[in-house]
Structures are given as C-alpha cells and as structure tokens.
C-alpha cells in the first residue's frame, strides 16, 4: 500500500471510530431536553431520574467522542499537510469557530448540567440543558460547514501567488446547500441513534418487568422522538441527494450505479445490483421503472447524467488543467503575466490538470509528450468516478435501515401509544436488538458522502493523491497500527461502560452489606462509594 | 416592573426567532428545517409523556403499559 492509501485508510478509521460516538451524543443530548422539559412542566421526580440516567449514557458518550475526535483536527496537519497547506484558510476556520465556540459552549454547560442540580433552579437547569443540547450541534454544524467546503467549495478562490484557497465569503460557505442539507441529515440521524439506544434499553427493562414506570415513560418519549426523526432524516437525506445531484454528479451517479445517462421518465430505480467498476456494466440489476427520475429530479423530465458520459465531459476539462498547472508553473518560476493570464483562462479546471500529474511521466505533467496525451486525458477523465460498487451498497444499506427504523419506531409508537406495549415483546424485542443499527447506517451514511467525494479531498480542486504529506510507509503503518489499538480499546472502554449502566438501570446498585467491600462500607456511616456514584 | 420586564424579554426573543427566520428561510432553508423540525421533535415527545400521565396512576388505566 502507498503514503497515500495508508493516510486514506487511517483518516476513514479515525473517522469512522468517532463517528461510533457522535450520532448518540448529537441525539441523547436534545432528547435530555425532552425529558427535563417534561420533568420542568409536571414536577414529577420521575421525569429527572430519567435525565440523571439517560445523561450517564451521555456523560460516557461525551467523553469518549471528544477523546477521539481531538486527533482528528491533528491529522490534518500530520497526515494531510498538503491538502492543509491549500486550503488551510478556508477550512481551518469553521473548525477554529467548532473549538471556540461549540465545543467550548458545550463543555462548559455539560459541567452545569451534571452538577448544577442542587445549584440551579428548575427552569435555569432546563436552560443549561438545552444549551448543551444546542452546543453539541452546532459543534456538528461548524464540522459539516467545514466538510460542505471539500463536498462544494463555494466561498474561495485559488491565488496562484500563495497557491492556496483564500476566503471570498463566509456567508457563501456557511449557507453552502452541501452544508445546510449534509447537517440537518447528520444531525437528525444522531436523533434516530439516541432514540433507539433509549428505546431498546428500555424495552430490555419492560422484558424483564424491571423499572416499567420509569421504561414505560422512557420508551414512549423515545419511539414518539423516533418516528418523527426518521421521517425527518429521510426527508432530509432527499434533499441531500438533490443537492448532490446539482454540485456532484460524478457521486449521484456512482450511488445509482447509473453506467448511462438516464432515460426519463422510464428509468428504473436499481433495488439490487453487482456493478463491475472494471467493465463499467452491472453484472446483473433489479430495478423498479418509473422510480429513478422523480427522486433524484424531482421532476418527470430531467435526465440524470451517467458515469460514461460524465468521463467524456471531463476530458476536455482534463487537458484545460494540463494546462492551467504549465501556466501555473510558469508564473511561479518566472512571474510573467502572460503566463498568469494563461493560467486565467484555464483556472476553474486546475484541478483535472492536478489529477493528471498521477499519470504523467515522474508525475511531471511537461514530461508529456503529444502521443502520450490522448492516453494520460483518458485515464484522468476514468479516474474522476468514485468506486461506483462501494457507493451502490453503503447506500442502500443505510437506506433500507432508515426504513427500517421507522416502522420499528411506528409500532413502539403506536403501542406505546395505546397502553398496549407489553402485550407485544416482538416490537421490545427488535427495539432492543435493533440498538447498534442506526450506528450502523451512520457509518455506511459517511462512507457514501466521503467516497463519492473521490478522488478529490477538495471537490474538483485538488486531488486526494497529491493532499497527502510526506510521510514514510513505515511511519504510516506504526501510526496506524497505534490508532487501531488506542481506538479500539476506547470502544471496549465505552461497549464496558454502557452495558454496565445499562444493566444496573435507574437508581443505581442495591445497597450493598457493611463490610462488604470498599465501595459499599463508606467511611462513618457516610454513604459509599457506588452511592455516591449514583447520587 | 417584573411584568415588563418579562413582556420585553419575551418581545426579544419574538425579534430574534423572526430574524433568524427571515435570514434562514432565504438563503439557509434547511437550517430553518432543522430549528422547526427539532423543536416539534423535542414538543411531541414531551407530549407523549404528558400524555401517559393522563393515562396511567390511581383510578387510571389497568396498569399496563
């Protein structure tokens, strides 16, 4: 494996392994303002059990995603200094604005929240509560700005004197639509997280005729918050894929496994498929006619752009690159202005030429001779497609989970609803077997959005191969092998502590004899230790 | 003195929610989409637990769930 597929591999595993704990941190923290809100508005101690257990469950979770989250603003400079270096400006400031502002802002509050109690009143507690809930995602939301910038980089123009993005408008970048529709399904998607960890954990009380009172309100609050976060999160991820269809089509055609351009209004929408990236046909598809056209359009009559035909328009954009970069280079050596206004008239396609530097001699794209051209613009256009097979299934199977979690969600409601929820443990049963799986499709989700960004790290701009620093394959393994340990005994160190808590529930552990141990003797008859823990 | 100075905050907030509004239905509409999709979110799973308190205590339901 090269520097380059090692730091790609490291990147996706750090990200992947924070995402295990974002989602349930974005969704647990808004659903603790449900419940206090309830606790606030009928004064029933119940309620504020609630938010003391369910905040344990957080508190965890918390930690845990700020600890593996941190590296991560890290490894852009290790890892990935060139892509750093090109767009540092642009993309270091939302993720500065997430530390001083969100993160900072939550923390803070997450203090208050967890022992302000006795110090606070009902309704300011209430406050804190929701400003955490706010502080965690608008920490998600200055991430997802800086991510909508690599999706659709709107906001910035390339200075061929500094040779790196430089702002034109914050305003642009924050309401980017990548941005605004890639957030509200993040962030609603962490809801569905929150929703089924509460609810699953709760039918495994109500199973087990354990803390009905406390399950049964739980587990209403929860199926009543998931149903309406699934709709949402479907919804919203339709309004993703509108935005992608617009800013990156190379992607939404990658996730259909659409090889031509469509047929509308007839073009079927694949339920199953075996694309072959190789031959660039599908070894075999089922598909439903009719479907395609309207949930990627929105109309009957657009037609949606196919991967062959996408390679065909980028060749010319491929050659313009080649040459924007020879122009580029030139008025970096020598400073001549007919070289910069050759660099000019070819800029919005630099990019392609960037891309083109993989397949040219020594990676020199002057090094090309005329013969060599034809065939160095072919490979680069082939190149511009993501992993059309990757993409096909991570989608459909974060897609046909989201389905499944609403009718999941619909029966807990309705049940639940109805007074009539213990009479059907089949509904408790898939709630509680069901608790990994909107993870699940989180992850799946981030695969879609980051390999359909391939091969740029900076869509259209600058090729992920050349974003990469320089960096040893031994350095690179070591390092990875050292994430993969650390990260993997974090996830041991949050699966221990969830169980656990999970396990004891509300209340705490039963009161342990004098004489029994530390932890249950206490020091003069004050309470012990695992009291204390609890209170 | 109280009264007014809760009737001014409130005024404040009502400004502000229609500022926000203003700037993100134009040019932010999904940001919108998620201050009005969260909050009915966060309001129904409330009302779903003030709900059961109507139907479940003393002299109330059969003590399922």
Not at chain 1, 18 to 36: C, D, N, Q, R
Not at chain 1, 302 to 327: D, M, S, T, Y
Request: aromatic share 14%; with cysteine; glycine share 10%.
């Amino acid at each position: 494996m090269s520097v380059v597929d090692l730091s790609r591999l490291q990147f996706a595993l750090t990200a992947l392994y924070h995402f295990l704990f974002v989602p349930l941190t974005l969704g647990l923290s808004v659903m603790l303002a449900s419940m206090e809100t309830v606790y606030v508005i009928t004064g029933k101690p119940i309620y504020k059990e609630m938010v003391l257990f369910w905040g344990k469950l957080f508190g965890i979770n918390f930690a845990l995603g700020v600890a593996t989250g941190l590296t991560m603003e890290f490894e852009f400079g290790t890892n990935w200094s060139m892509y750093s270096h090109f767009v540092g400006d642009v993309f270091g400031t939302p993720l500065a604005i997430e530390g001083l502002m969100a993160f900072f802002m939550e923390s803070t509050f997450v203090g208050l929240m967890f022992f302000g109690w006795d110090r606070l009143s009902r309704p300011a507690h209430l406050a804190v509560t929701y400003l955490v809930a706010l502080g965690s995602n608008l920490s998600a939301l200055w991430i997802l700005i800086a991510n909508g910038f690599m999706q659709d980089p709107v906001g910035a123009k390339f200075d061929p004197v500094t040779m790196r993005m430089q702002f034109t408008s914050i305003y642009d970048l924050i309401f980017s639509p990548d941005a605004q529709s890639k957030f509200v399904h993040t962030s609603i998607a962490g809801f569905v997280c929150a929703a089924m960890l509460v609810m699953g954990v709760s039918a495994y009380y109500l199973l087990g005729r354990r803390h009905r009172e406390f399950a049964a309100r739980s587990f209403r609050m929860a199926a009543l918050f998931g149903v309406i976060s699934s709709l949402a999160v479907i919804t919203l991820g339709d309004a993703l894929g509108r935005a992608d269809y617009l800013l990156q089509s190379t992607k939404i055609a990658a996730i259909e496994g659409l090889w031509h351009t469509s047929k509308p209004p007839y073009e079927p929408w694949k339920i199953v498929a075996l694309p072959n990236d190789r031959t660039q046909k599908d070894l075999f598809s089922i598909g439903i006619p009719y479907v395609l056209t309207p949930l990627i359009t929105h109309t009957l009559t657009q037609p949606i752009p196919g991967i062959l035909e996408l390679e065909q328009k980028a060749k010319p954009r491929v050659a313009k690159g080649i040459a924007a970069v020879l122009a580029l280079k030139d008025y970096a050596t020598t400073g001549d202005e007919a070289a910069l206004a050759a660099f000019r008239k070819n800029e919005k396609d630099m990019g392609y030429g960037l891309l083109a530097q993989r397949y040219a001699p020594g990676q020199d794209l002057a090094k090309i001779t005329p013969a060599e051209l034809p065939g160095i613009v072919e490979r680069t256009a082939r190149a511009t497609t993501p992993n059309v097979f990757v993409e096909f299934w991570a989608f459909r199977v974060m897609m046909a989970l989201g389905f499944a979690f609403l009718a999941v969600f619909a029966f807990g409601a309705y049940y639940s609803l109805r007074n009539r929820l213990e009479r059907h443990p089949m509904v408790m049963r898939l709630a509680m077997w069901a608790i990994p799986l909107p993870v699940l499709a989180s992850e799946f989700g981030w695969i879609v959005a980051e390999n359909g960004r391939q091969p740029w790290t900076v869509f259209g701009w600058l090729p992920t191969f050349q974003s990469v620093s320089t960096h040893s394959v031994g350095y690179m393994i070591f390092s990875l092998v050292g994430f993969v340990l650390l990260y993997s005994s974090f996830i041991a160190a949050e699966l221990y502590l969830m169980f656990r808590v999970a396990r004891i529930g509300p209340g705490g552990p039963a009161p342990r004899p004098a004489g029994a141990g530390l932890a249950g003797a206490g020091l003069a008859g004050a309470p012990g230790l695992a009291e204390k823990i609890w209170q | 003195m109280r009264s007014f100075i809760k009737f001014v905050a409130l005024a404040g907030v009502l400004a502000l929610a229609l500022f926000i509004a203003v700037i993100a239905g134009d040019d932010g509409p999904w940001y919108f989409a998620w201050l009005v999709g969260t909050t009915m979110i966060v309001l129904i799973a409330a009302a779903g637990a003030v709900l059961m308190e109507t139907q479940v205590g003393p002299g109330r339901g059969d003590g399922e769930y």
